[in-house]
């Protein structure tokens, strides 16, 4: 059975791509929104659209009621959660099928197997996969901590089991302050995920951030190469490459093959990503975790391997096997692509919602910009400040900088403050060009490099 509608449980850019996505393959689609969003380019695009409650998220988004109700009443054969909000939430795609839906995505069981974080550690480490030196499960209390700390020593990362996105994550550099910190990381856990399980992982030092892409159809499995995902504010990806730089051959191969056992191991369902620390100069990686869900990032693979990874998912959350062997995967050049924010880079990254007055978007070879932008728009305060994501493609990285160098120049979004300033910077700079970045290496050029003296952002 092929999908013949879809709901868009989702909202910005990811909206925007999922519903070109689903149009070109002939389905209809319908999209939810809160009170806040009935103007956005995903509303305006979609076949139909639905309201499904006030601005807050936990009203509307992350309603699962309401958006099980929108998808019941418009009759749609599936639900696309894109990433964010409920992507892996895996009472929702049990509620969803239970409604009698296909979810865009893997089973309930998968996402929950995979989502704690744990759970996965156990799983990777029975599919071969390195993981990285710590508890090895969870963190019962502080006891079971200060042997783990007298093993691997310090520093460590205490990590929220359920966590995801960066969050709950404390870095210790002593039993005092592995002390203090336990206790606070589990109540924040348990704010924040419903869960204060924790795990301890060691800190690798300026280790890269590199990640592989995934897919499955329950039976078969590919992937679609790795990328580069290192330069991170507050363990949040500003900027991400495919391929990653200079990765060995041999490396990459084995780093990409182990992502495929894992996929294996669970029977995997659609689009994922395995992601790994990596140490440059042993050249070793280790898991961190699976995101099961399509990433912000997936654009610079579809860059590089020319396959439409959206689409693919609606085709396999339809019954289709894989369309692709791997045989078929060969990458080409190399991808950048650039998140821009409604973010202050002179301010401290203070949120900037506005009104687009104007819109200038280049256009060209190997350009791309995903977006849920258009002129008049109003930024809506309550939700993520991710406004669209500018690509570059280049036969050579180094002829992908200089694309996305020029690129920058012409990309105009007058009317509020953004990060195309960052990076613009950060296209400029020796060590991005030379690729000498960690996961720890943005914030410090942030305090040391970037223009730190230029007056706060005007809004045009």
């Known amino acids: 059975m092929s999908i013949q509608s879809v709901l868009i449980a989702n909202r910005g850019e990811i909206a925007v791509r999922i519903i070109k996505a689903a ?24 076949d139909e659209a639905v309201d499904i409650g006030p601005p807050a998220p936990k009203k509307s988004y992350l309603n699962i009621e309401a958006v099980i109700a929108a998808a019941k009443a418009a009759g749609v054969d599936a639900v696309h959660p894109g990433y964010g909000f409920l992507s892996e939430n895996g009472a929702f795609a049990d509620a969803v099928v239970a409604a009698g839906m296909v979810f865009v995505g893997p089973s309930g069981d998968a996402i929950r197997l995979l989502g704690d974080k744990v759970a996965a550690r156990e799983v990777a480490a029975k599919a071969g996969v390195p993981t990285v030196p710590g508890s090895g499960g969870r963190v019962l209390d502080l006891a079971q901590a200060h042997e783990i700390a007298e093993r691997t020593g310090f520093p460590l990362m205490i990590k929220a089991a359920a966590g995801g996105g960066g969050r709950g994550i404390r870095i210790v550099d002593s039993l005092a302050e592995l002390d203090k910190q336990f206790p606070l990381a589990s109540a924040e856990a348990a704010a924040a995920f419903g869960d204060g399980g924790l795990y301890i992982e060691k800190v690798i030092t300026k280790a890269r951030h590199v990640e592989v892409q995934i897919f499955g159809d329950g039976e078969n499995f590919v992937h679609f190469y790795e990328r580069e995902c290192s330069l991170q504010r507050r363990r949040q990806k500003v900027w991400e490459e495919a391929p990653a730089f200079q990765l060995p051959p041999a490396v990459r191969q084995k780093l990409c093959e182990s992502a495929v056992a894992l996929a294996r191991e669970v029977r995997y369902k659609g689009a994922g990503t395995v992601e790994y620390l990596y140490d440059d100069e042993t050249h070793e990686f280790y898991f961190i975790e699976v995101n099961t869900r399509i990433q912000v990032e997936h654009p610079v693979t579809e860059m590089i391997t020319g396959f439409d990874l959206v689409q693919e998912m609606l085709k396999v959350a339809g019954g289709a096997a894989l369309s692709v062997a791997q045989s078929d995967i060969r990458p080409r050049g190399h991808a950048i692509e650039c998140r821009i924010n409604a973010e202050d880079p002179f301010n401290g990254f203070a949120p900037a919602p506005g009104t687009v007055r104007k819109l200038t978007v280049p256009t060209g070879e190997g350009i791309r910009f995903d977006t849920m932008l258009y002129e008049g728009y109003a930024i809506p305060p ?33 009317g509020l403050a ?31 490099d970037f223009v730190r003296d230029q007056p706060k952002s005007e809004v045009a």
């Open 418 to 448: 953004t990060t195309i300033p960052l990076h613009q910077a950060l296209a400029d700079a020796g060590a991005v060009e030379e690729g000498a970045f960690h996961t720890r290496f943005l914030e410090g050029w942030l305090e040391t």
């Open 382 to 414: 309550f939700y993520d400040s991710l406004l669209g994501k500018l690509i570059v493609w280049g036969e050579t990285r180094g002829e992908c900088l200089e694309r996305l160098r020029q690129t920058l120049e012409t990309l105009t979004i007058d």
């Open 23 to 46: 149009k070109e393959l002939g389905i209809r689609t319908v999209q939810v929104h809160s009170a806040a969003d009935a103007d956005m380019l995903a509303v305006r695009l979609a």
